[in-house]
């Protein structure tokens, strides 16, 4: 990616599942993905959708992304202009799922940073700026294969360009 990834910070907390990220009242929505993304978070924080901006980080504690298998969650989070999720931990199958849809997933301790925060990071050096607080710091570093996923917006991007998997 080698840009810099600019935004505010919006905190969650601990075991953000994926009911959370999108409610399962919104299911028919599945084939409208514009406008499942417009509930983005909505149980978790109702004016999430409207407040954020391209660019922006989700900051949640451990275990971000729990519970059942849903390919549009990352997704939807992505194309509400969430610019990658920080978290202490995330489950397995959100984290590749997130991956595979191009959204980066940063494992770093959190603890410090809160709401409202202005955040810079570097996928490539594996840095993240609290410009709020002039802190640092560091997450960690992504995979050579899965940043280079990341770079082409997603495993499909990444497949379509090259025709294979080349890492």
Do not use: W
């Not at 959708?49 to 949640?60: E, R």
């Amino acid at each position: 990616m080698g840009a810099v990834l600019k935004g505010r910070a919006f905190k969650f907390g601990n075991d953000v599942s994926t009911d959370l990220i999108i409610a399962g009242k919104y299911a028919h929505l599945r084939s409208n993905l514009p406008e499942l993304a417009k509930h983005v978070m909505e149980d978790a924080s109702p004016d999430f959708a409207k407040k954020v901006k391209p660019g922006d980080f989700i900051v949640g504690g451990s275990n971000f992304g729990l519970g059942s298998s849903r390919e549009h969650a990352p997704l939807v989070i992505k194309m509400a202009g969430v610019s990658a999720v920080l978290a202490k931990s995330f489950a397995r199958i959100f984290f590749r799922n997130a991956i595979n849809q191009g959204l980066p997933v940063l494992i770093c301790d959190t603890d410090r940073i809160v709401e409202g925060d202005k955040l810079e990071v570097s996928l490539d050096e594996g840095v993240i700026k609290n410009v709020t607080k002039k802190e640092q710091y560091t997450f960690t570093k992504i995979p050579p294969a899965m940043l280079s996923i990341l770079n082409e917006g997603g495993l499909i991007p990444y497949i379509n360009k090259y025709g294979d998997f080349k890492i």
